[in-house]
């Protein structure tokens, strides 16, 4: 073959005769976490990854999600954060419409919907249910179409209708924990965000230091399409949404 580069010309995998040192158990990995192995495997080693880390102000929203909840107990979903986090991914997208984008060879192919994919944890493996059409629909459906996917996905009954066509890809950790994370994206989107467990911090308001509800945010982007300071627009615009949501609808 002519020029270029060099390929992936890997060592093999090492073999070892674990039980020489000490005892083992050899369990079969779920086929959920066979799939997705390979499939993440490809998407690191064919897609140049950067991660832009940010964190947002969410003391104002946090506040107004209890209230929801207050208000709707019994009646209406309970809405999460990440709930906040898809309607306010949506907004941040129809501003920076490459990061809704897929690469089709030498073509940016952009995409006049909306389908949110968020990572659910289910006791098979990862999986990455869908929100379709979530520029139509308002937080309080988000929520409630987000517990019944997350729901099935713990069950096994999610379809595959359920897991394609995304547009983009949100996942959340906040609930366990960390300051943030480098996600994988997944192919063939080009971004992925990434969400860490909210801390109060002091932070300086130009006057005087103030507890402050603060969300870090982790994106990964395919830097084949996208550069370090659209990343860091993209960010930035979806700190400020979900510091005031009202953002959102504009």
Request: net charge positive; glycine share 10%; with cysteine.
């Amino acid at each position: 073959s002519g020029g270029g580069g060099p390929g992936l010309d890997l060592l093999p995998w090492p073999k070892v005769d674990f039980a020489k040192f000490g005892p083992i158990e050899r369990t079969k990995l779920a086929r959920i976490r066979r799939i997705s192995a390979a499939n993440l495997a490809r998407n690191w080693v064919m897609i140049p990854h950067v991660t832009q880390h940010d964190e947002a102000d969410v003391t104002e929203l946090e506040a107004f999600r209890a209230r929801l909840n207050q208000e709707g107990a019994g009646t209406k979903p309970k809405v999460t954060l990440l709930a906040f986090v898809v309607k306010a991914c949506v907004a941040a997208l129809r501003r920076y419409p490459e990061f809704n984008a897929s690469l089709d060879g030498d073509e940016l192919v952009l995409k006049r919907y909306f389908h949110v994919g968020f990572a659910a944890d289910t006791p098979n493996g990862l999986v990455v249910p869908v929100v379709r059409d979530a520029d139509s629909k308002g937080v309080l459906e988000i929520a409630g179409e987000l517990a019944a996917l997350a729901a099935r996905a713990r069950e096994g009954k999610l379809t595959l209708a359920d897991m394609q066509g995304g547009t983009f890809s949100v996942s959340s950790l906040g609930g366990i924990g960390g300051t943030g994370f480098t996600p994988i994206i997944n192919a063939p989107e080009v971004a992925v965000l990434g969400v860490s467990r909210t801390a109060t911090r002091p932070v300086w308001s130009g006057k005087e230091f103030a507890p402050r509800l603060m969300l870090p945010l982790s994106l990964s982007y395919d830097h084949r399409v996208i550069d370090g300071a659209a990343a860091a627009r993209f960010t930035v615009h979806l700190a400020q949404v979900l510091a005031d949501v009202r953002l959102a609808v504009l």
